[in-house]
């Protein structure tokens, strides 16, 4: 089963919070609105209006993204989030 | 009897919550404002501003939208949602 | 007597809300914001910076509208709608 | 003396309250937030940023605006609007 | 000593009360918010965003312009006014 | 040591109160949110989205501003103002 | 490990408030909001509807920036913040 977003939005796997804190980057405390996730579909890379901005991040990517942005939903079992591209901050390399 | 949505605009006939707990997507429950629905029309895939945009979803496809959208009608005694095609989230494959 | 719209604006004739209960549409007892008229004049379908997007509705279209848009006013005894074109969500056929 | 309004603005003269109740349209009791006015002056049909809309009304016609719109002036102990071409409903023909 | 406005604004020197109340146009009580002034001095007719409006006024125009618009300041002791002409609703010819 | 203002940006080094009240233009008791600067540093005159405005003010201008706009910050224990040139009101004589 | 920045975002990495007080500029008491910081990535230059801006900004530039944008992250143990290009005042020089 797959999710194919459309326009201009991704579906983002979470990273767990204790996984993160082992990891390199994680929020701080006072901005904790910011987290990390892995990027497991794309949508087409037009905005609403129809502009061609294309697709910055790929499936697998993982990023950093804006916590109060996107939807969340979950599939099977799993929670994941729909957000917009241009709710990410940046790509993790 | 058939609706022919004006503009970007989709009728969805949502799917009952039970049947979306037997399935495979459903929202969290701190999500619960997407939801899932069948597209049954389609607009002409224009914005209210005239730039077409073409319509991303078709008659027959799993959507996943946002509950908070659009207006709430009832075709023979069915409840429907007519919603802009910018608040559905992706289509379900 | 007769009405021109300016712009991409409509003038609607509801329907009364009992000829309603007995067709085939009607809104559902928690979106009772979206209503059913028939188009007795269109505007030239320009928006208010010059667009051209076209009337997508004629005159005789039986429409549903969204309640809370528009302006009511009363033209020989019966009340009308004045309303923007994309504040009409469908027509019905 | 004569006043020449700036961009897609208008001068309208209202009718009296009176005189409108005798007429054919008024607003309803509901809506009485739209007005019947006669057109005294128009200007160039620019909107502010420039955009050539045009002039859809003319010197003379009687048309319908929105009452909550626009600034009232006295001219010759007379009241006056000045209002946008946009907030003009319909022409009365 | 001389202002020189950016963009499409406008300088204007505000007509004295009692000066308007003899002359033919002035505001009404219920509509206080709008009133004369004189052309002193005009920008180059750009908006912010780089679109060649053009000034629709000149030195020396009398103009009705909306109160609550603009920026008082003090030229040789004498209260100006800086607006964008946008704010300006109409030439007194 | 020198400032370098991004897009349509630019540094002003404001007046001091005294000085001002001593020169020709002041603002209002009842408007005291415009002032009087002098020009320091401008930027490459473009705006947020990449039109290229150009800037209207040279390094050196003395100019009105608006109070309540930009950013105060302090360069050499004195105080400037980083603020857009579209909150200039104008350059004075 | 490194973050690439999408759009017109910007990583800075911002100086110790001690070390800025030994420095140059610093932010007024009375505009506390605004900072300095290095510039560690760039993005690519677009904005979020795709017009290309170009980055004003490189790696290795000190900046100031208005402390009420942008997202705190940490990497490495070291507060960072992702902030969009056009928050950037000016370029230090």
């Known amino acids: 089963m797959k ?4 326009f ?8 767990e919070e204790k996984e993160t804190k082992g ?8 901005a904790e609105k910011s ?10 890379g ?3 209006d ?5 697709m910055l ?3 697998g990517d993982r990023v950093l993204f804006n916590k109060y942005s996107g939807t969340e939903i979950t599939i ?5 989030i729909v957000i917009r591209q241009a709710d990410i901050l940046a790509v993790i390399e």
């Open 23 to 30: 990891g390199i980057i994680l929020p701080t405390a006072t």
């Open 76 to 80: 099977d079992d799993v929670k994941h």
């Open 57 to 59: 991040v790929s499936e």
């Open 8 to 15: 201009d939005r991704v579906v983002l796997l979470p990273e």
């Open 3 to 6: 999710l194919k977003p459309l």
């Open 50 to 54: 129809g502009k061609d901005v294309g």
């Open 46 to 48: 037009k905005t609403f």
């Open 35 to 44: 987290q990390i996730a892995r990027v497991v579909a794309v949508g087409n």
